[in-house]
C-alpha cells in the first residue's frame, strides 16, 4: 500500500455509540445523554449552516425546542436549497404493502447497499426514526401519493426486493422541503429563528477549542461579517461539484465543509462518490449541468442496448432477440432494481463494448414500451408524467414513443466530515448533519435514503444529541474583538483581496471545468493506481496555474458571481486532491468506489475486508494528509460478496 501522498495517524473511535442489542442504542443514548431545561434554552444560541432537509428540520426543531437559532443560506430562498430537487422518493419502514418489510430489513438492506462499508449502529437508528419521519410529514401536509384505499402508495427503489419508497409524483423532495420549510417559517415567525438568505459561510471560528461562530459574506452586498453562537450545526451537502458536470445545483459546493476541515475537522470517505445510472447525457462542452430522471422510472422501465455494437437503427426498429436486457440479463433477482453503483458500472461496460446509443455512443435505453402496454399511458402519466415532460422539454424526444437515453452522472456524495453518533464532529461544538456528514450510507446509498437521512438528522437525531453539549453552556461570551474571531475574519478578507487584485487571464469557470474533467477520468467510475497518481499530479500543476491565472472581475462590495465561484473552486482543488489520495490508498472496490485492479472475474467489485474495514478519517495536512483509521465492526449483518443476482 503506497503512503506517497500520506501519513498515517493515530487510530479513531466513536466513543459515543452505545452497546448492546442494536434495537435499544437509540433509546439508551437519549436517556443516558443530558438535557436542557427549557428555560436556559433560551439562553443558548445555535448557528445552523444550510436550509435543505437536514438544515430545516433541524432549524425548525431546535426552534420549537426553544433555542435561539441563526439559520443562514445562500440562496435567494431557504425553499430553494437542492434538496427541492430530490424526485423519486423517501424510505421508511411501515410494510405497508405486507410484503415482509420490517426495521431490520431495512436495516440490513442499507448496510448491504453500503457495500458493509457503514457503521450499523448509525444505519439501525436510521431505519428506526424513519416511521415517525413519515407521520411527521404527513402531519404536515405533504401529499404522498395514495393507494385508492387511501393508505399511502409505496414503490420499489434499487437495492430492495420490497415497496418502501414514500413519494409524491416525481417531485418528493420538493414536497418535503416544503412542509421542512413550513416548519422552519413558523419559528421565524415565532421569533425564534433569524433567517439569513444570501449569506455565503466562508470561516469557521474556533476559540478555546471549540467551534464558536462563522464568517459570512452577503452575496448582495458584499458585506463580511461574523455571527457567534454555543455551536454550530454544517448541513450545507455534498460535493459532487467538484466534478464540474454533476446533476447537482450550479451553486452547491463544499466551501463549508472544507473550511471546517482546514480548522482540523476529519473528512472521511472523501473518494466514495455515487454516480447516478439515470441521467439525460451529456449533449456537448457547451453544458454547465446534467439532468437527472429519478431512479423510481426504473420500476417500470427496461434498460437495454443493441445487441451488436454500431446498430443505427431507430429503437422500435430493433426487433427483441436482437436487444440486450443487460440488468435483467445479469442480475436475474433484481433485475432493473439493482442499486446504483451496480447499474452505472454495467452501463458503462455495454457502451464500453461500443453498444452505446446515441450521440457518441455514450447512452443507453431506458423503455416504457412494456409499461405503457401492460397499464396503458394514462397509468404510466399518472406515476411519471411530470419526469416525461421534463425530459422532452430538454430532449426534444417524447419518451412515450421512443425510449429513454440515459447515462451515468455524478450525483451524490457518501463521504462528508467525520461525525460520531452524536452527529458531533472531532471538534467539540461543531455538529454536521444529512449529506454533508459522511455517516450512514457507507460507500453506496440505496436510492430514497438521502431524504431519510437528512430529515432523520434534522428532526429526530440532532435535537436529542446537541443537549448533552449544550448541557454545559452557555459558553464564555466572544465578542467581535476576539482573536479568534479577528484571525477568522482576516483569513476571509486576505482571500477576498487575493483573488480581486490577482489580475489573470482565465475565468474561473474554464478551470473547474478542466478539473471536473481530470476528476471523471481518473476518479470517476473507475480508478487505477497509474491514474490517480497522474491526476494528482495533473491536479497540483493545475492549482498552481489557477493561482497565477485566475481573473476575477467586480469588487468586493457588491454581488459578484465570479468571486463566489472562485473560493469554491479554490475549496475544489483542495479536495479534488485529498479525493484522488484517499481512492489511491483504498485498493479494494467498494460501493461506489472501483478500483480497475481490484475486481472478480464476472467484473464485479471486489472488497478487501481484511484491509479495509474502516473509515478513513482524513486530517488536513496540505499535501501530506493524515489518515485517522475507525475500524468498522459487524455483529448483525456479516459482510458477504455483495450479490444481487
Known sequence: MSMDFYREGEAIADTKAPSGPISERWEQRRFSGRLVNPA???????????????????????????????????????????????????????????????????????????????????????????????????????????????????????????????????????????????????QVAAGTVDLHTRHEMLELIIADGKARGIVVRDLVTGEVSTEIADAVVLATGGYGNVFFL??????????????????????????????HPTCIPQSGEHQSKLTLMSE???????VWVPKVGGDER?????????????????????????????????????CDEGRGVGPGGLGVYLDFADAIGRLGKDAVQAKYGNLF????????????????????????????????????????????????????????????????????DGYFVLPNTISDYLADGPFEKLDEDHEAVVAARKEVDDRVEFFLRNNGDRTVDSFHRELGKIMWEYCGMERSDEGLRKAIGLIRDLKAEFYKRVKVTGHAEQLNQELEKAGRVADFFELGELMCIDALHRTESCGGHFRAESQTEEGEAKRDDEHFSYVAAWEFGGEEPVLHKEALEFEYVKPTQRSYK
Not at 450550479?250 to 473518494?271: E, L, Q
Not at 454536521?432 to 430514497?448: I, K, P
Open 389 to 456: 415532460d421534463m425530459y422532452e422539454r430538454i430532449t426534444g424526444e417524447n419518451p412515450y414513443e421512443r425510449p429513454m437515453r440515459i447515462y451515468p452522472a455524478v450525483h451524490y456524495t457518501m463521504g462528508g466530515l467525520w461525525v460520531d453518533y452524536d452527529l458531533s464532529s472531532n471538534i467539540p461544538g461543531l455538529f454536521v448533519t444529512g449529506e454533508a456528514n459522511f455517516s450512514d450510507h457507507g460507500a453506496n446509498r440505496l436510492g430514497a435514503s438521502a431524504l431519510m437521512q437528512g430529515l432523520s
Open 246 to 275: 454533476s446533476t447537482n445545483a450550479k451553486g452547491c459546493n463544499v466551501t463549508a465543509s472544507w473550511r471546517a476541515h482546514r480548522k482540523g475537522a476529519y473528512f472521511a470517505n472523501p473518494c466514495y462518490t455515487q454516480i
Open 40 to 186: 436556559n434554552r433560551r439562553k443558548l444560541r445555535v448557528i445552523v449552516v444550510g436550509t435543505g432537509l437536514a438544515g430545516a428540520s433541524a432549524a425548525a426543531t431546535l426552534g420549537e425546542l426553544g433555542y435561539r437559532v441563526a439559520n443562514y443560506c445562500f440562496q435567494d430562498s431557504a425553499r430553494r436549497a437542492h434538496s427541492i430537487a430530490a424526485q423519486g422518493g423517501i424510505n421508511a419502514a411501515k410494510n405497508y404493502r405486507n410484503d415482509g418489510d420490517s426495521v431490520h430489513r431495512l436495516f440490513y438492506d442499507t448496510v448491504k447497499g453500503g457495500d458493509f462499508r457503514s457503521r450499523e449502529s448509525n444505519v439501525h437508528r436510521l431505519a428506526e426514526v424513519s416511521t415517525e419521519i413519515i407521520d411527521q410529514c404527513v402531519a404536515q401536509g405533504v401529499p404522498f401519493a395514495r393507494e385508492y384505499g387511501g393508505l399511502l402508495d409505496n414503490r420499489s427503489f434499487g437495492g430492495a426486493q420490497v415497496s418502501r419508497t414514500f413519494y409524491a409524483r416525481g417531485q418528493t423532495g420538493q414536497q418535503l422541503l416544503l412542509g421542512a420549510y413550513q416548519a422552519l417559517q413558523r
Open 296 to 302: 423510481s422510472l426504473r420500476n417500470d422501465g427496461r
Open 314 to 350: 431507430a429503437p422500435a426498429d430493433i426487433p427483441e432477440d436482437e436487444r440486450d436486457y443487460y440488468l435483467e440479463r445479469r442480475y436475474p433477482a433484481f433485475g432493473n432494481l439493482v442499486p446504483r453503483d451496480i447499474a452505472s458500472r454495467a452501463a458503462k461496460v455495454v
